[in-house]
C-alpha cells in the first residue's frame, strides 16, 4: 500500500513536470524567439517575492530581446504565452494596420458580474465599436472645452490648500494633494458631483480613489483579467470592489434621474452621456453608468500619477520649472492675465513638459492585445496563433536609449518639433495608439495642463532634501511612485 502511494505521488509530479516543461515549450516548437521560462512562473517574477515590478520585468524583457536583436519574442505570463513586441514597424502593424485581428484587451468579463464591468476597456469586436462609435462625439474637443470652467472650480481648493499648508511651513506629500484633486475633477465632471476632497478626505469618491491607487498588484491582476475562473474566484473575494461598483452604479443612476426629473444641465460627461441617449434612445441607463465608471477608473489614477511625476520632475529640475511657468504667464499675459482653454492650447513648452513626464513614466506601461484570428507576421513564417496575448512595453520603448539617448534624463526639448519629426510615431506611445486609442486623452491633457497653469504661477516647487532622485515604483497597475513625494513650497509674489 505505502508503495502504491508512493508510486502514485511520484507519477503525479512526474506528469506535472513533463506537463509544465510541455507547455514552457511553446514558444520553442513555434519557432519564436523566446526567453527562458522558469518553472512554475513563466518569465514573470515569483508573486509571493517579487524581485522586480511587472512594469520593470517587461520592460527588461523589451531590452533583453532587443539586446538579442529579436523583433519580437515569446514570454510566459505563469504558463499563459504571450508576444512582446519589441520592432516598432511590427508595433504599428498589429496596433493599427491590422487591428481588426488584435481588436479586444483580451479582458474576461462573465456575465454574471455588474454591468458597470461592461464598459468600453473590456469590451471587444462588434459591441466595443459600437459603444466607442457612441461615445467618441463626447471626447471632442469642442466637448472638452464646455468642460474646462467645471475643472477650474476644482483648482481653487487645491491652491488655497497648499496656501495653508506654506503659512504653516509643512512639507507637501504631493501624490496626496493631487490625488483629491482628481478626484474633485472626476466626481465633478464625471457624475456632477462636488467631492470637496481637501475638506472631506473620508468622503467615498476619496475612499475609492485611495482604493485604486493602492490597487490589487499586477501579478494578480492580470492573472485575474485573462483566466476566467481566476476572474470568478478573484472577484468573489474582493467585496470592496464590489462595493465601490454598487457605490458608483447608484450614485449616477440617482443623479440621472434627478437630472431628468429636474431638467437640470450642467457642463459635465452626465449631460454628455444624456445627450448621447437623446440622439440614440436604445443605449440604456446601465450602460450610461457604466461609461461614467470607465471614465473614473482609466481616468482618475492615471491623470493623478501623472502631475505627481511632473511636479517631482520639474522639482528637481528647477531651470525646467521656470521655463514652464514664464511660457504659461506668457499666454496667459496675451489673454488678458485669465486662464482660457485656447490659452492651454497654446502652451508649446509646458506641453513639452507633460509629453516628457509620459515619456519617462508613462501610467500605462504596458499595452495588450488578443490575437482574435490565426495572424502570419509580415515578412516571417511565423504565425500567431488565435486567443494568443499579445503585449507592447510601453515603459521599454519609452526608456530605450536607440529612440531616446540617456532615458533616464528629464528633457523636455526632446518633444520640440525638430526631434519629434525625428523618431519613429510609435516611439512614443503613452495614451497608445489605433483605433483603442486612449479617448479621454484631451481630458486628461487639459485637467494636467490647469493644475499645472495654477500650481507653478502661484508657487516653486524644491525637493525635500529627504527625498532621493531615484525613486522606486510600486507594483500596482498602473505606475507610481512607492513612496510619498515630499516637495517643499515657497509662495511667489504676484
Ligand atoms: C495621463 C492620463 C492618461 C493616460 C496616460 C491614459 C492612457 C491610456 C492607455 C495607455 C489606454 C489603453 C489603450 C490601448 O489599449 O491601446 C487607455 C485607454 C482608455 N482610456 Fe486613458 N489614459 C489617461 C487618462 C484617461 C482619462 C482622463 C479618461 C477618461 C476621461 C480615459 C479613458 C480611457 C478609456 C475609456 C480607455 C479605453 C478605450 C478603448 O478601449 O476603446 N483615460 N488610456
Redesign the pocket.
Known amino acids: 500500500m505505502f508503495t502504491e502511494i508512493i508510486f502514485g505521488l511520484v507519477s503525479l509530479a512526474l506528469s506535472v513536470v513533463i506537463y509544465l516543461k510541455w507547455k514552457f515549450s511553446y514558444w520553442q516548437r513555434r519557432k519564436v524567439p523566446y526567453l527562458d521560462p522558469a518553472i512554475p512562473w513563466g518569465t514573470d517574477e515569483n508573486p509571493f517575492d517579487p524581485k522586480r515590478t511587472f512594469h520593470d520585468t517587461i520592460k527588461d524583457n523589451y531590452d533583453e530581446l532587443k539586446r538579442k536583436g529579436h523583433k519580437f519574442g515569446g514570454l510566459y505570463l505563469g504558463t499563459r504565452p504571450a508576444l512582446l513586441l519589441v520592432d516598432l514597424d511590427v508595433t504599428k502593424k498589429i ?1 493599427n494596420k491590422d487591428f481588426q485581428f488584435f481588436s479586444g ?1 483580451g479582458l474576461y468579463v462573465s456575465k454574471n458580474r455588474p454591468a458597470l464591468f461592461h ?3 473590456s ?1 471587444d469586436g462588434q459591441e ?1 465599436k459600437n ?2 462609435t457612441q ?1 467618441t462625439p463626447t ?1 471632442t474637443s469642442g466637448k472638452m472645452k464646455t468642460m474646462f470652467p467645471t475643472i477650474l472650480n476644482c483648482v481653487s481648493p487645491m491652491v488655497n490648500h497648499i496656501n495653508g499648508l506654506d503659512r504653516e511651513g509643512k512639507v507637501l506629500n504631493i501624490k496626496e494633494i493631487v490625488a483629491c484633486y482628481s478626484t474633485d475633477v ?1 466626481g465633478s ?2 457624475f456632477g458631483v462636488e467631492c470637496n476632497s481637501f475638506e472631506k478626505p473620508d468622503a467615498e469618491f476619496r475612499k475609492y480613489g485611495k482604493l485604486m491607487l493602492g490597487g490589487a498588484p499586477p501579478n494578480l491582476t492580470l492573472k485575474m483579467l485573462f483566466h476566467k475562473c481566476l476572474m470568478e474566484f478573484g472577484l468573489k473575494k474582493h467585496n470592496s470592489i464590489e462595493a465601490m461598483m454598487n457605490f458608483f452604479d447608484g450614485t449616477f443612476k440617482s443623479i440621472f434621474k434627478y437630472r431628468q426629473e429636474n431638467e437640470v444641465k450642467r457642463n459635465d ?1 452626465v449631460e454628455l452621456l444624456m445627450e448621447m441617449q437623446r440622439k440614440d434612445p436604445s443605449v440604456t441607463v446601465d450602460q450610461m453608468a457604466a ?1 461614467s465608471f ?2 473614473f477608473l ?3 489614477e ?2 493623478a ?2 502631475l505627481t511625476f511632473c511636479l517631482f520632475e520639474l522639482a528637481f529640475n528647477r531651470d525646467i520649472q521656470q521655463k514652464a511657468r514664464e511660457d504659461i504667464k506668457n499666454v496667459m499675459n496675451k489673454h488678458n492675465g485669465q486662464l482660457t482653454y485656447d490659452g492651454i492650447m497654446e502652451m508649446k513648452y509646458l506641453q513639452m513638459v507633460i509629453d516628457e513626464t ?1 515619456r519617462k513614466h ?3 506601461t504596458v ?3 488578443l490575437c482574435n484570428t490565426d495572424y502570419k507576421i509580415e515578412d516571417t513564417d511565423i504565425v500567431i496563433e488565435k486567443d494568443t496575448l499579445v503585449l507592447v512595453s ?1 515603459l521599454g520603448i519609452h526608456r530605450d536609449p536607440e529612440l531616446y539617448p540617456n532615458p533616464e534624463k528629464f528633457d523636455p526639448e526632446r518633444f520640440n518639433e525638430e526631434n519629434k519629426a525625428g523618431r519613429h510615431q510609435y516611439a512614443y ?13 484631451r ?3 487639459m ?2 495642463k490647469i493644475a499645472l497653469s495654477y500650481l507653478l504661477t502661484n508657487f516653486e516647487f524644491t525637493p525635500d532634501p529627504s527625498m532621493p532622485y531615484k525613486m522606486t515604483y510600486t507594483n500596482s497597475v498602473t505606475l507610481g511612485f512607492k513612496d510619498n513625494v515630499l516637495l517643499n513650497v515657497k509662495r511667489l509674489s504676484e
Do not use: D, K, Y
Not at 506611445?429 to 483603442?436: D, H, L, N
Open positions: 496596433i484587451h464598459n468600453l476597456f469590451m466595443w459603444s466607442r461615445l471626447f472626476i465632471c464625471g460627461f461609461h470607465m471614465i482609466a481616468g482618475f492615471t491623470s500619477t501623472t509620459l508613462p501610467p500605462g499595452l495588450n492585445r510601453v506611445v503613452p495614451f497608445s495608439e489605433g483605433p483603442r486609442l486612449c479617448i479621454g486623452m481630458f486628461a491633457v485637467q494636467i
